[in-house]
């Protein structure tokens, strides 16, 4: 019999994260190319600490307890950094929720639970970017 797990999709601009939380011992791994590292070897910059923070966001808020119930799996693609972490917030959340529906009374007041909607706006034929037009010459 396999293990019972679950799991949820966050998305944020570009990204898009598949959060797959089971019973464990509080080990985060994420898929980087054919392996799982942690995931502090995955947000391993200096700058990025703060980052890894508001990925893990949920089980600050829930509790350090509540980290050390599950092994969480993640399967994060692209964009870049700060949108995938964005994406694993969510992913995190919605996969939380869906384990304990009491957890939402305690995550929705962060505003966890939201898909921000804002993405690239798209390039226009004419114009340099999507609102940048050419430099105006009058003669």
Known sequence: MTEKYFYAVGRRKTSSATVHLSKGKGDIL????????????????????????????????????????????????????????????LGLSRALVAFNPEYRLVIKPYGLLKRDPREKERKKPGLRKARKSPQWSKR
């Open 30 to 89: 994420i898929k980087k190319g054919e392996e799982y590292v942690k995931i502090e070897k995955f947000f391993m910059w200096e700058w990025s600490k703060n980052i890894l923070q508001d990925a893990l966001y949920p089980f600050l808020v829930l509790g350090n307890n509540v980290k050390k119930m599950f092994d969480v799996t993640i399967h994060v693609k692209w964009g870049g950094l700060r949108g995938q972490a964005e994406a694993i917030r």
